[in-house]
C-alpha cells in the first residue's frame, strides 16, 4: 500500500470544521472528519436527533440562514469525505490520534499526515456561590438543551453573566415561551456605548445584537446592566438569585440560571500536539499560537476556529475555508490565492469588531476580589476559592501546576476545562501577579475520561 | 545584579532527597543553600505513584528504608503535615506458584528486618481481598508499608527546611559549577553565585552531568513510569498493590481515586515525559485483571517524569570518587520516595560527621569502574 501524499484529518464538525474539510474535498481531497456529536454542525449549529420536526427558524432564529448553509455543506459532502461522527479523539501520538467511538465502545488509532484542529468552545464559567445545585446550567447548556432536545432548563429563568450568548440564548429562550425572569449583565450600559464604533464594523451582527435587546426589552423582561451576581439560592434545586446593582442587593425568584462570561477556546488537543502557546491579552487566555493562515508552531498540524482563540461562528467559517487552503498550498496543491487573501482580510477585518465586543462584555476584572472564601471553585474535587487562597499564603504557591497538586483544582474529571479560568484568576488575585503569570494546566491524555477497558485499541488502522 | 551567597553546603535538586537534606543540615546547624530549577517537589518527587514501601526492596536498602520507615512515623513533627502518609499495607501479588515462592523466600532473607511479611494464599486471599481478579494465587503484606501523597510531602520537606533556615532558590538552574581546590562555586545566570564547602548532588534524573563533570560518570539513564489516575470510586481497597515479576502497581486514596502505574511512558524531551498509548493500553488490561471492579471505571487523567536509573537499579549514595566535599545522592530506579528521608538524613551526616550511621555501602559511586579503566575491560 503507498501513502498519499496527503492524509488530512480534520477534528471538529462546526462551522470552522465543517469549511475546512468542504474546501479539501473541493480539491480532490477525501478527507477523515472524526467529530463528538452525532450530528455534524458543531456547538453553535448543532441539530437535534433525526426524526426531531422543529424547523431551522424555530431552533436557530436569526441565525437560521447559515446554520442551514453550514449542514447543506456537510450533508453534501458525505460521499467526498470520511465523516466519523459519535468520535472522541482523547489523545494524540506519533502522528496518529486516539479515537473513541461512543456506539460501539471501541477505541482505534487514526494515523494523519497533515490535522486541521477544529476544537470549537465551551462556556467560560466564574462561578458563583450556589452554582452546583440542580437548575443551574451555562449559558452554552441551556442553549443545546433548546436546539438539540428541544427542552427548557426551566420555566421561569434568570440569564447572568455577560457576553453576546447571553442576550441571545434570553431572546431563544423568551420566543420559545419561556418566562425570563431577567437578564443580568456584570457589563455596564457605558461599555456597551463605549464599544459601539468597533461594534460598527459588522453592522449586521451589530444590528442584530441590537434587535434581541430591544425585543427583550419590548416584551417586558427585566435588563440589568451593571448587575454583579451574588448568590443562588435554593435547598433541592434553584429558587431564587441573589445579584448586587451599586451596593445593593436584590433577589428574584426563579427554577433555572443561564450563567456564562463568553466563551473558552478548547485547547487541549493543540496541547497534546505539542502546539506552542502564547498568552492572548484580548482572550485573557493561553492559547495554542497560530499564524494569520492558520499555521500551528507544530508542521503539520493547523489551527481553525474558535478552538484557538474565540472569534465567533463566521469567523470561524472563514477560518476554516482558509486554513484548509493553507493546508494545500503547503503540500503544493495549486489554490485559489486571491480567495485566500480575500479570507486572511475578512479575518483580519473581524478582529476590530472582536476587540469592539470585549469592550462591550468586558471580563468582570473584580470577580476573584469578590469571590467570597466558602465559594466551590472546581466542583468535580470540591475545591473552595478559601482553599486556593490558604495554599498561596501557606506555601507561596504562584503557578498554576503548583496550585492544583497542592489543593487537586483541576484535577477532577474535567481536567480543568470548567474551573480553569476561574481558579487562574483566584490565584492571580491571591499573589498579587497578572493572570498571564500565573500560567495554566499542563495537557494531559485523556483530553475526556476514558472506560479503562477501551484504552486497547479495537484495531488499528494500517499507517504505511 | 549579582547575588553572591557564601554557605557550608549548597544542594543542587529540590526533590525528596535534596530538601530532606537540607532540613537535616539545618537541624545540625550548617548553613545551606537549595538551588532548584524549577519548583522543589515539582519533578520525580511530586508525580510519582506515592508508595510507601520497604518489601521488595533490595535487603542493601532496607536499612536505609527502616531508618526511613521511622521517619516517615514523624511527619507532622518534622515538617507539619502528614501528606496522606498512612500505614495501609502493601500487599504483592503472586500470579503463580513460583511466584509465591519468590515472595516466601524474600520474606525469609528479609528477616532480620522484622518487617511483619504475612503471605496469604488459598481461602485466606480471597476472604482478605475479595476485590482481586482470578490470576492471583497468592501474596505478601506488609502492613506497616503504606502510601502517602507526593505532591504534599515533597514540597512540604523544602518548605520545613526553609522554615528551618535554609536559603531556598527555586526556578534557579545551576549553570555552571567549579571547584578551586577549596571552595564550590556556583552561578545560576547573572543573578546568583553561591561559594561552598560542600556541595550535595541530588538533581535527580539530571545529577549524572554533575557528576560527570567531577570525574565521577556514572550509566545512568532516564526512564519515564506510564501513570494514570481513575475517578473516584466507593472506597474497597486499603492496600497498596504491587505483582511479582508484574509491573502494575495500584492504591485507592482516600477519596476514591485509584492510582495505578506500569510500564514505560515517553520522553518528550530531556525535562519533560507523558504517559505512553502502548503502555497505557497494557496497564489497563493489567488493571483489569488485578481488579476486575476496574473495568468500567475511567481513567481522568494520565502522566509521567524524569527518573534515573543505573544498570544494577540501585541509587549512588556517598561521597565523590575524586572531589572533597562533593557528595552525591541520586538514581532511585523509580523507588526513591520512601528512602528520600533517609537519604537526606544519610547526606547530613556525610557532610557533618564524615561517616553514615545506616549502611550505604552498597551504593557506593565506586562501584562504576572510571571511564579509563572501563575501556581496557571493554575492549577484551
Request: proline letters at 6%; glycine letters at 12%.
Amino acid at each position: 500500500m503507498t501513502r498519499p501524499v496527503l492524509q488530512p484529518v480534520v477534528v471538529g464538525a462546526g462551522p470552522a470544521g465543517i469549511r475546512a474539510a468542504q474546501t479539501l474535498a473541493a480539491h480532490g481531497l477525501r478527507p477523515i472528519v472524526i467529530d463528538e456529536a452525532a450530528r455534524a454542525g458543531g456547538q453553535i449549529y448543532r441539530r437535534p436527533p433525526a426524526h426531531f420536526k422543529r424547523t431551522p427558524q424555530r431552533l436557530y432564529g436569526t441565525e437560521a440562514g447559515r446554520a442551514i448553509a453550514v449542514h447543506a455543506a456537510i450533508d453534501d459532502l458525505q460521499d467526498r469525505i470520511d465523516h466519523r461522527p459519535d468520535s472522541l479523539v482523547w489523545s494524540a501520538q506519533d502522528q496518529q490520534l486516539d479515537v473513541l467511538h461512543g456506539p460501539t465502545q471501541t477505541t482505534r488509532t487514526v494515523p494523519y499526515g497533515q490535522l486541521i484542529v477544529a476544537t470549537g468552545a465551551t462556556d467560560r464559567v466564574l462561578p458563583v456561590p450556589g452554582w452546583t445545585l440542580p437548575g443551574v446550567y451555562t449559558l452554552g447548556g441551556a442553549q443545546v438543551a433548546l436546539k438539540f432536545q428541544g427542552c427548557a432548563i426551566g420555566s421561569r429563568v434568570v440569564f447572568m453573566g455577560t457576553g453576546p450568548l447571553l442576550y441571545l440564548v434570553a431572546y431563544q429562550y423568551a420566543k420559545a415561551g419561556v418566562k425570563v425572569a431577567a437578564v443580568l449583565d456584570t457589563a455596564r450600559f457605558v461599555d456597551q456605548l463605549a464599544a459601539v464604533p468597533a461594534m460598527l464594523r459588522q453592522p449586521a451582527v451589530f444590528a442584530k445584537g441590537v434587535t434581541y435587546i430591544a425585543w427583550l426589552r419590548a416584551h417586558g423582561v427585566a435588563l440589568r446592566s451593571g448587575a454583579r451576581p451574588v448568590r443562588i439560592l435554593g435547598e433541592e434545586r434553584v429558587r431564587s438569585v441573589v445579584w448586587a446593582e451599586g451596593g445593593r442587593e436584590h433577589t428574584i425568584d426563579c427554577d433555572a440560571v443561564g450563567f456564562g462570561y463568553a466563551l473558552r477556546s478548547e485547547t487541549q488537543l493543540a496541547d497534546l500536539l505539542g502546539c506552542r502557546f502564547a498568552y492572548a491579552p484580548m482572550h485573557r487566555a493561553h492559547l495554542p499560537e497560530r499564524d494569520a493562515a492558520g499555521r500551528s508552531s507544530v508542521p503539520g498540524v493547523y489551527l481553525a476556529g474558535d478552538g484557538a482563540g474565540i472569534m465567533g461562528a463566521d469567523a470561524a467559517e472563514w477560518a476554516g475555508e482558509l486554513t484548509a487552503l493553507t493546508l494545500l498550498a503547503d503540500h503544493s496543491v495549486g489554490v485559489d490565492t486571491q480567495r485566500a487573501r480575500v479570507l486572511q482580510q475578512k479575518l483580519e477585518k473581524l478582529s476590530g469588531f472582536r476587540a469592539g465586543l470585549e469592550r462591550a462584555f468586558p471580563f468582570p476584572e473584580d470577580w476573584a476580589a469578590q469571590a467570597p472564601d466558602e465559594l466551590v471553585v472546581c466542583r468535580c474535587e470540591n475545591v473552595t476559592a478559601g482553599e486556593l487562597r490558604r495554599a498561596v499564603a501557606d506555601s507561596g504557591a504562584d503557578e498554576m501546576n503548583r496550585l492544583k497538586a497542592l489543593t487537586r483544582v483541576g484535577m477532577g474529571r474535567c481536567q480543568g476545562r470548567m474551573c480553569g479560568v476561574a481558579a487562574a484568576e483566584i490565584l492571580a488575585h491571591a499573589t498579587g501577579q497578572p493572570v498571564q503569570q500565573v500560567g495554566r494546566f499542563r495537557g494531559q491524555a485523556p483530553i475526556k475520561p476514558i472506560p479503562i477497558h477501551l484504552l486497547r485499541p479495537a484495531d488499528e488502522e494500517v499507517a504505511a | 545584579m549579582t547575588q553572591r551567597i557564601v554557605t557550608d553546603v549548597a544542594i543542587v535538586g529540590g526533590g525528596i532527597v535534596g530538601s530532606s537534606a537540607a532540613l537535616a543540615l539545618r537541624r545540625k546547624g550548617l548553613r545551606v543553600v537549595l538551588l532548584e530549577r524549577d519548583l522543589c517537589g515539582s519533578r520525580s518527587s511530586g508525580v510519582n505513584y506515592g508508595g510507601v514501601r520497604r518489601q521488595g526492596r533490595p535487603i542493601s536498602q532496607l536499612p536505609l528504608a527502616q531508618r526511613a520507615h521511622g521517619i516517615w512515623g514523624r511527619l507532622p513533627e518534622l515538617i507539619g503535615t502528614e501528606g496522606e502518609y498512612i500505614r495501609s499495607g502493601h500487599f504483592k501479588i503472586a500470579r503463580s506458584e513460583a511466584d509465591l515462592a519468590a515472595l516466601e523466600a524474600y520474606r525469609d532473607s528479609a528477616h532480620d528486618f522484622d518487617l511483619g511479611i504475612d503471605i496469604l494464599s488459598g481461602a485466606r486471599l480471597r476472604e482478605r481481598c475479595p476485590w482481586l481478579g482470578g490470576k492471583a494465587v497468592g501474596g505478601s503484606l506488609c502492613m506497616e508499608d503504606g502510601q502517602a501523597n507526593p505532591r504534599l510531602v515533597s514540597p512540604a520537606f523544602a518548605l520545613a527546611a526553609a522554615r528551618a533556615g535554609a536559603d531556598i532558590h527555586e526556578r534557579t538552574r545551576v549553570d555552571e559549577i567549579a571547584h578551586d581546590g577549596q571552595f564550590f562555586h556556583l552561578r545560576a545566570g547573572n543573578a546568583l553565585q553561591v561559594k561552598s564547602q560542600v556541595l550535595l548532588n541530588c538533581a535527580g534524573a539530571w545529577a549524572s552531568a554533575i557528576a560527570e563533570q567531577f570525574g565521577d560518570a556514572v550509566p545512568m539513564q532516564s526512564g519515564h513510569p506510564a501513570m494514570a489516575v481513575t475517578e473516584p470510586l466507593p472506597f474497597f481497597m486499603h492496600w497498596s498493590l504491587g505483582v511479582e515479576g508484574g509491573t502494575v502497581y495500584c492504591r485507592q486514596v482516600a477519596r476514591g481515586n485509584l492510582v495505578l502505574g506500569g510500564g514505560p511512558g515517553r520522553a518528550l524531551d530531556a525535562d519533560r515525559a507523558r504517559s505512553d498509548r502502548a503502555s497505557m493500553a497494557a496497564l489497563a488490561t493489567q488493571a483489569v485483571e488485578l481488579l476486575p471492579v476496574l473495568r468500567d471505571a475511567h481513567f481522568i487523567r494520565t502522566w509521567s517524569g524524569t527518573e534515573g536509573y543505573l544498570p544494577d537499579r540501585q541509587p549512588v549514595i556517598g561521597p565523590s570518587r575524586t572531589t572533597s566535599g562533593l557528595f552525591h545522592g541520586f538514581g532511585f530506579a523509580g523507588a526513591g520516595f520512601q528512602v528520600g528521608p533517609a537519604v537526606g538524613e544519610v547526606l547530613a551526616e556525610l557532610v557533618s560527621d564524615g561517616r553514615s550511621t545506616t549502611p550505604i555501602d552498597a551504593f557506593g559511586i565506586g562501584r562504576f569502574a572510571p571511564a579509563s579503566t572501563a575501556e581496557p575491560a571493554l575492549a577484551q
